[in-house]
Structures are given as C-alpha cells and as structure tokens.
C-alpha cells in the first residue's frame, strides 16, 4: 500500500485545524457558558431581591390597610358614640352616610339604610328640609363653613328640638368641593336652662327683697342683688368684698355654726341683728337654703328688715300686758260691784216684796204698781249681776284635757229651756255636732244664749230652731239658726255689743249681755261670732272656734 505523504501530512494538518478550532470553539463556548451563569446568577439574585422586596412591600401594604381598617373602625366607633349627631352629602344634599345618633334621630335603623335618601324622606316637616337643603347650597357655593345655625328638627320620635348645626364643605384628595360635612347638637334642654337662668337671674337682680349668696366655707358674699346694696348701703362691689360677720353682729363662731345648720338642713329661718354701712343696728329676718350653682355649695338667703315688726310686737306685748292687767282689774271691779250690790239688792227685793204682800189692800193700784216696778227692777238689776259675773269669769275657767260630747250639752241646755220652748210653741231640732274641747260651762253658757235668743225673739208658734256644727282642721263651726224676723243689716256689726239689744229685743227681757259673752267665748279660743240671713228669712248665729283635734270616740 502506496501512502501519500502529502496527503498524510495535509489531513494531519487539516485535524490539527479542526482540533484547534474545536478547542477554539469549547474555549468560547465555555467563557459564553460561564457569561450566561454569571448572568442567570445576576438575574436570580435580582430576582430574589425584588421578590424580598415584593414581599416587604404586600406586609406593609397589608399592615397598612390593618392599620386603615382600625382607623375607620376607631373612627365608626367615635361618631356612633359621640353625643353629637354626625352626616354627610353630596352636592345634591343626597346622604352619603350619617353616625347612629344621626340614624336614630332620621328614623332609619342603621347609618347604610341612609344612603341615597335626601332631607324630604326623614321626619322633618318641608319648611325644615327647605331650610337645610338651602344652607347645604349656600355652604357649597360659597365654599366656606357655616357655624352655629339655630334650627328646629322634628326627630322620629315625634320630639321637636331645636339643634345647633355646624356645615364645612367637604373635599376631595385634589381639593375640589364635593359635597357637605355636618354635625349638629341638641340644645332644647340647654336653651331652657339659659332661659330659666336669664328669668332666675332677672328674678333675683329686680326683686324688691335683699337676696345674698353666701360661700359656707369662707363666709365670703359672693353675690348680691340691688335691693340688698340698697339695705346694706353699700356698692354690689364692696359687699362682694367682705364676709357675712362683717354683717352679723354675732361672733364668726356663731355664724359658721348656723350656716352649718343651713348646709346640713336643720334649720332654714333665724333672726338676727345686721350692721348697716352707716353702722345702724337692724333686726333681721333670714331665710336661708343651700344650693349647688356651677358645682359650688353656696347658702342662698333672703334678707327682711324687721325692725319695725320687732318695735311693734314689742309695744303690742306691752298693750297686752296693759290690757291683761285692766282687764283683770275690771273683772276684780264688776265681781266687787255685783258681790257689793247683791246684799243692798236682797234687801231692797225683800222689803219691796213684802210691802206688796202687807199693804196690798191699803195702797191703791197706781202705788202697788210703784212697788212692783221697784221688785221688777231689783230683779233685773239681780239678772245683770249675774251675767257681769258669768261675763268677768269667762278666760277664768281651765280647758278640759278631753273632748266633750257638744250633742249632750246643747241636750241639757233644751232640757233646760224647756219652759220658754213650750211656751213659745217651738221645737229645737239637734243635727252634727263637732266634738271639741271647751269648758262646759262656757259651751253652756254659748248655747243657752242663743237657743233663748232665738226662742225669744227669733220664733213664732210652730217653728223649728236648728242646732247644727261642723270642724274644718283646727276649726270648729257650730250655728244655732231660725226663721223669725230676722235682724236689720245696719245692726249686725253693733248686736254683740256689750248691753246692746237692738230694735227686735227692746220689748222683750233680757240684759243685753248674752250675745257679748258668746263673743267672748269664742274670742277666748281665737275664734269670732257673727249673724247671718237665714235663707228665706230668720237669723243664723255662727260660732267659730279654734280647737286641736283629739280623735277619741265618745259614746
């Protein structure tokens, strides 16, 4: 076999090419491999980073959007619970949302169920969406707040209030208005607390007694109305510079220990003596009562001047002493008088008798008629002793510690009078009667005065005397009534009078003396006695007296 050298050598030469290029080609596609790692390499670590960041970037997000979550639940929280009422509209005042207290008041039950409906589909009357839906308008237009609007809403509940409103504009993120923000608060109960305050305020600043308020702790004046600047003399100014003992004239320890006897509502009434500016001494009626103003305990006290009063009681306690004692010497007077006349009387009486009886077929009939007018006298002067007597003993006689039964007594007075009774041919018919505690004898003594008034000038043959009473609290009303002539009305005011016996009594017996001690009885248990026009003619004696009430049953 023949081998070509050339040719051997040219193909060794050729693979050697090959080879190198092969290798050339490894060599590059090597540094290409390694390139293209590199890059992979580059992009993973790219692409880890971003997703780390991706990562970052959805837990914050997602911490934000908690975050914005709990803001909007904190903020739901706040307007369902702040007392204010809280909504929002747009510009067409259509409600884009509202706080519970809002819903409530709109009669709808949730904030949602708000949204979409405008002012003409809630409670408010017409003339209140009209007003409401004009201010929206006004406050868009113009974009500027309108702050402290005073209006009227009548609230589901059927409750018209009147609410203090505040509306801004509302915008959105590029500042443009887009509807309304308002909230409103209702001032019904503090708009009557300002008014109540402005009266009381008036009340105390113009009333014509001297009001003070007094701090318990201080003693300080805190405040004072005009009429008591004008008692005290001194400017409001000053009065509210100085402390309640700069007035009273008692020690402060005195006065610290009364005002704690008005905080702790033991006592409200004192008297006192006050020291004017121009240091007059004046006696003092106050009435004092605690009170809570702005949270302060402050003594509220109504000042009266009594000076005068005390000057007048104090003369009227003289008089009465006075009185007392001309009394007690004119009741000493008439016993002595009637005791001293009753012997030369018995004596007169006696003589006059017997005179009658000895010398009645002596002495002719103009001279027997001289000595029975001399008999007739003496005896009605006896009469007269007797009721002066009954009269001066009357306030001398001790109030009994039980009631009495009235009903037996007027009994044992018709009892009584039951001569004159038959023999005026009338009836006295007993109703309700009031018990009462009176001496008896007085209460006797009322009755048989005027049931023998009434028999005697008050009746005619046939006729009823009506006894009746009644109580009232403290008061005990008792009547005795007739249907005779009656008594003038010119002589009503005189016929209790002392020895006053009027135009019906003139003919009849009588010392003029009765009727005045039933005043004095009933003056006796500050009471009075008066008459009065029965119906259809007649007189009603009306006793009126002052009696405590004993709730003890009487048989």
């Not at 100085?242 to 008005?262: E, G, H, S, T, Y």
């Not at 103003?293 to 009063?309: A, F, P």
């Not at 005990?476 to 009305?489: E, F, K, Q, T, W």
Request: glycine share 6%; hydrophobic share 35%; charged share 30%.
């Amino acid at each position: 076999m023949v081998v070509n050298l050339k040719e051997v050598t040219a193909s060794r030469d050729e693979l050697n090419h090959e080879i190198i290029e092969r290798k050339l080609t490894e060599t590059t596609l090597k540094r290409y491999k390694d390139h293209l790692e590199e890059l992979v390499a580059e992009r993973t670590t790219e692409l880890n980073r971003a997703n780390l960041c991706l990562q970052q970037d959805i837990m914050l997000r997602e911490e934000a959007e908690g975050q914005l979550r709990e803001s909007q639940q904190m903020l739901q929280l706040v307007l369902d619970y702040i007392p204010q009422y809280v909504f929002w509209k747009d510009r067409d005042s259509i409600y884009l949302g509202c706080n519970r207290n809002f819903a409530r008041a709109a009669g709808v039950e949730t904030p949602q169920d708000l949204v979409g409906k405008t002012d003409y589909d809630l409670p408010w009357t017409k003339e209140e969406a009209d007003f409401y839906r004009e201010c929206d308008h006004r406050v868009i237009e113009s974009e500027t707040p309108e702050l402290h609007i005073a209006e009227s809403q009548l609230q589901a509940s059927g409750k018209q209030v009147l609410v203090d409103t505040n509306k801004i504009p509302l915008r959105n993120g590029k500042g443009q208005v887009i509807g309304i923000l308002g909230t409103y608060e209702d001032i019904t109960e503090r708009n009557l607390t300002e008014e109540r305050d402005q009266q009381y305020r008036a009340f105390f600043e113009k009333n014509c007694a001297a009001m003070i308020f007094i701090d318990p702790e201080t003693a300080a004046i805190v405040d004072a109305n005009l009429a008591a600047c004008s008692f005290y003399g001194y400017s409001k100014e000053e009065l509210t510079h100085i402390k309640i003992f700069d007035l009273n004239i008692l020690p402060p320890d005195q006065v610290f220990q009364a005002m704690d006897r008005v905080s702790s509502e033991q006592r409200r009434c004192f008297q006192f003596r006050h020291r004017l500016a121009n240091g007059t001494i004046r006696d003092v009626e106050v009435f004092s009562s605690s009170h809570t103003i702005r949270g302060k305990n402050l003594l509220y006290s109504i000042v009266h001047d009594i000076t005068d009063r005390k000057k007048a009681e104090s003369d009227l306690r003289q008089s009465e002493e006075r009185l007392r004692a001309a009394n007690g010497e004119l009741e000493t007077f008439t016993y002595t008088v009637s005791h001293d006349l009753r012997t030369p009387l018995t004596v007169i009486l006696g003589y006059a008798d017997l005179l009658q009886k000895s010398l009645r077929d002596r002495l002719d009939e103009q001279e027997l008629n001289s000595l029975s007018l001399i008999y007739d006298s003496g005896i009605r002067m006896v009469e007269l002793m007797e009721d002066l007597l009954v009269l001066a003993k009357i306030g001398q006689i001790e109030q009994p510690a039980e009631p009495l039964n009235t009903g037996e007594v007027v009994s044992d007075v018709v009892c009584g009078l039951a001569e004159i009774v038959t023999e005026a041919g009338a009836a006295v018919a007993i109703g309700a009667l009031p018990t009462l505690r009176v001496p008896r004898t007085l209460l006797a003594q009322v009755f048989q005065n005027l049931i023998g008034n009434a028999i005697r000038y008050g009746c005619k043959p046939g006729d009823v005397i009506e006894v009746g009473g009644e109580r009232k609290g403290e008061t005990v009303r008792l009547y005795v009534r007739d249907y005779g002539p009656g008594i003038p009305i010119e002589e009503r005011s005189r016929i209790f009078e002392v020895f006053y016996r009027g135009t019906t009594g003139k003919n009849e017996k009588g010392t003029g003396i009765g009727l005045a001690t039933v005043q004095k009885v009933a003056r006796l248990f500050e009471g009075r006695a008066w008459v009065e026009e029965t119906p259809g003619g007649g007189s009603t004696f009306w006793v009126e007296m002052i009696d405590v009430p004993i709730d003890i049953p009487i048989e």
